[in-house]
């Protein structure tokens, strides 16, 4: 079902077969384990077994000693290993954690966290290099959650940590990095005005992207100084700066070649394996692999924060939100950089607030560094304030879609942390709930309910970079910088098949190395159909442009005398000359050389993105166990560039945001160490624990874009989980508050309301 955009355009919004299916599905596509070079040596990498615990020597040479091995490097092989105490002092907290991540310099701060790594000729030498290496501990107390964390008595995991409140360093060594706030109006009047007030608390588990490829890096450092990784990354460029400052490289001889990625969902953005495979390079002269293990991905890489919320929200009797105060405390990991801010700006913003305020807390605990996962930070603050809405509207019999109608964002409204929506679709999604027949379909079995869930995401941009060559043939070479993770080269060569009037099997897009195309920010934060089909779009119309001007040489007329429409050239003063961009191709080498049309973009006015989901649930109250019966997604997505990849997008998202609902979490043992670093352990949906998934497109064109194109990545992971809660809560009238809902919660809750005698 598609509520469509009024502009309809030739290639844009079609579903052609995707550029690099093919490849991918004959299993010719290289990824990062598929680097294969004369010479190549394993590398390993030594893990802490301890969650928090200062490292008082490492001893290699047993290593070094072992028949095969080629080279260890540690922490102190690093930019910041060489410094002296007063360079440490003058160095930036961010750039030591960023390298105090790769390798442990004085501390490990998380099991898993790298220590040391080796280069051998094999795997299984590498390996047993790896238990020869004597490290030696002093164990210390570890904080592995939010409250824990929080505690006057708490561990302090960063020494030189001290936390900013409200903008200003406070003078306190604390585990919270950062204390910030959104506020509008006056919450305590607008509480002071609501008929109903509801007050919750809300903990939510530590989840992991669960991509399908592991991390890996392939580097090979040349005589002459240069160095080339190969990888799966999300971001080269950033793999490139980062790598460099790490090694005190310039960035002019670090070349960066993305591989396919199998997956990432912002997981990987971060880097941890390329400057550990460089060092080692460097030290052997030889091309070094390294890759990780599945354990190590749980272990050693970002997943998302575990958190712990507060959320206070009045409503009258009309509807009306008269008020709404949230408190976010967001796990950072190891170190600072939670994504609670994103959390606090994406909580309230489908809504329209006159009184409301938002504090957000960094929280460092002794797990991994977190990493981005798909609106990162929106999923679980979208719990705490969708599932009190569906409190407040059971409280007052009130229709709950009516009441996101009445309270629902329009444009011109503003914020809570202050921007003012330009062209919005939020209204527009409740109104294709409200006529989908999903809506108004009974729900009158025992022990089933239905839920509704609203959820936002800004959606990013950044620089990109595009370069267009026109073939002999009438097609084009596309060369880009963003990592494709989700069928964005077949948008990007959407939109400049759009602009050139060819179709899109005639565009051949390549994602480049960091020496082949300009410079382009990370795939992430739903940006790439947005900022490189941009590009794509300015350098297709410098590839108008320049062949505009050889066809006038060719006719001898004026520039100004040519139009360009659908494909064809044709002459302003003599209808009957024309000449199509393929004919026109086809003589470039012989009329004056050759055309690339290129464009270097940072463009703003990305267009946030809503969706609004309902989910019908099943719960068996002896078991615990919840299953989904029914899912509609429906979600703003600007123009839909290719439909079918938007709903995979959103059926994907779902997907993980069921899991993150109800069986997704890292569980911890006593000495804060994963008990479930395994896909067996871990338990993730399958395609047994879903329905298909119904996606309904509503495009609200962003008038930011050339085609009104919105980002869809990120959004669509937002309101599973709430959706989930209130369908929950509607089908055996128990209101749970902590992600996962597994079985045992759910248990949990029947037996305390069962006890109590009420809901609570």
């Keep these: 079902m598609d509520t469509s955009a009024s502009q309809e355009f030739a290639v844009v919004g079609t579903r052609p077969i995707r550029h690099d299916g093919f490849d991918k599905v004959t299993g010719r596509a290289l990824y990062g384990a598929d680097i294969h070079l004369a010479g190549l040596l394993h590398g390993r990498v030594l893990r802490s077994p301890h969650a928090h615990a200062r490292i008082l020597s490492i001893n290699t040479a047993n290593a070094k000693a072992l028949p095969g091995v080629k080279a260890i490097v540690t922490a102190h092989d690093l930019a910041l290993g060489s410094m002296d105490d007063a360079g440490l002092q003058e160095t930036s907290s961010g750039f030591r954690y960023l390298s105090d991540n790769v390798l442990a310099r004085d501390k490990v701060l998380y099991r898993g966290h790298a220590v040391a790594a080796v280069a051998a000729v094999s795997p299984h ?59 509008k109006g006056d919450v305590k009047t607008g509480l002071g005005e609501a008929d109903l007030v509801v007050r919750r608390r809300f903990n939510t588990a530590t989840v992991h992207q669960g991509y399908i490829e592991t991390h890996n890096a392939t580097a090979l450092s040349s005589t002459d100084g240069t160095v080339t990784i190969w990888c799966s990354t999300q971001g080269a460029f950033n793999v490139r700066s980062t790598t460099a400052k790490l090694l005190d490289i310039p960035e002019s001889r670090i070349r960066v070649v993305p591989m396919e990625i199998g997956g990432g969902f912002g997981g990987k953005i971060n880097v941890y394996l390329e400057p550990v495979a460089v060092l080692l390079s460097q030290k052997t002269g030889a091309p070094v692999k390294v890759l990780m293990t599945r354990g190590e991905v749980f272990e050693g890489t970002g997943p998302t924060p575990g958190t712990f919320m507060e959320i206070q929200m009045g409503m009258d009797k009309t509807g009306r939100i008269t008020a709404a105060e949230l408190d976010l405390y967001y796990e950072a990991g190891a170190f600072p950089g939670s994504p609670v801010s994103a959390g606090a700006q994406c909580a309230l913003a489908p809504y329209n607030l006159e009184n409301a305020r938002v504090d957000g807390y960094d929280v460092v605990v002794n797990k991994p560094k977190t990493a981005a996962y798909r609106a990162p930070g929106a999923t679980t603050s979208c719990l705490a304030v969708e599932t009190a809405i569906d409190e407040l509207c059971a409280g007052l019999d009130l229709d709950p879609l009516k009441v996101r109608f009445l ?9 809570v942390d202050g921007p003012a929506y330009r062209k919005i679709g939020y209204i527009e999604t409740l109104e294709a709930v409200r006529d989908h027949p999903h809506w108004s379909a009974p729900v009158d079995k025992p022990n089933q309910g239905r839920g509704l ?90 590839v108008i442009s320049q062949m505009r001007e050889r066809i006038a040489r060719i006719w001898e007329t004026e520039v100004n005398k040519i139009e360009f429409s659908q494909g064809v050239f044709k002459s302003v003063i003599d209808q009957t000359q024309s000449m199509t961009f393929k004919q026109l191709a086809g003589m470039l080498l012989k009329t004056g050389g050759p055309i690339t049309g290129r464009a270097n973009v940072d463009p703003g006015g990305a267009g946030p993105a809503f969706a609004a989901h309902i989910v019908d649930v099943q719960v068996d109250k002896e078991t615990g166990k919840v299953d989904i019966l029914r899912y509609t997604a429906v979600q703003d997505c600007g123009k839909a560039v290719h439909p079918s990849y938007v709903e995979g997008q959103i059926q994907g998202g779902v997907a993980q945001g069921i899991g993150w609902a109800l069986n997704e979490e890292y569980a911890f043992n006593e000495i804060g160490g994963m008990s479930n670093p395994t896909f067996l352990d871990y338990r993730m949906p399958t395609s047994l624990d879903l329905p298909m998934i119904d996606c309904v497109l509503v495009e609200v064109a962003n008038p930011g874009h050339p085609f009104g194109v919105r980002g869809v990545g990120e959004v669509p992971i937002v309101p599973p989980p709430a959706a989930v809660a209130n369908a929950i809560a509607n089908a055996i009238g128990v209101r749970l508050t902590e992600l996962p809902m597994s079985p045992g919660k759910v248990l949990e809750g029947i037996w305390s309301s069962t006890k109590n005698g009420r809901i609570d």
Excluded at 164 to 173: D, I
Excluded at 407 to 415: C, F, H, K, T
Excluded at 459 to 486: A, K, M, R
Excluded at 517 to 537: D, E, I, N, P, R
């Design 407 to 415: 309270n629902g964002a329009r444009e011109g409204d503003r914020r």
């Design 125 to 183: 030498v590498a390996e047993q290099a790896l238990s020869l290496i004597d490290v030696d501990y002093e164990v210390l107390p570890a904080a592995v959650n939010v409250l824990d964390a929080i505690k006057k008595d708490a561990p302090l995991l960063l020494d030189d940590l001290v936390t900013e409140e409200l903008g200003t360093p406070s003078g306190q060594r604390s585990n919270i990095a950062k204390h910030f706030r959104f506020e």
């Design 453 to 542: 869930a609203t959820g936002f995401w800004f959606n990013g941009s950044g620089p990109s970079s595009c370069y267009i060559t026109v073939n002999s043939d009438g097609t084009v070479s596309l060369v880009e910088g963003s990592t494709d993770i989700g069928g964005s080269r077949a948008s990007v060569a959407m939109q400049a098949a759009e602009v050139l009037g060819i179709p899109a099997e005639s565009v051949k897009p390549i994602v480049a190395d960091t020496d082949s195309v300009g410079y382009t920010s990370v795939t992430g934060g739903s940006s790439v159909a947005f900022k490189t089909g941009w590009a794509a779009y300015e350098a297709a119309q410098d």
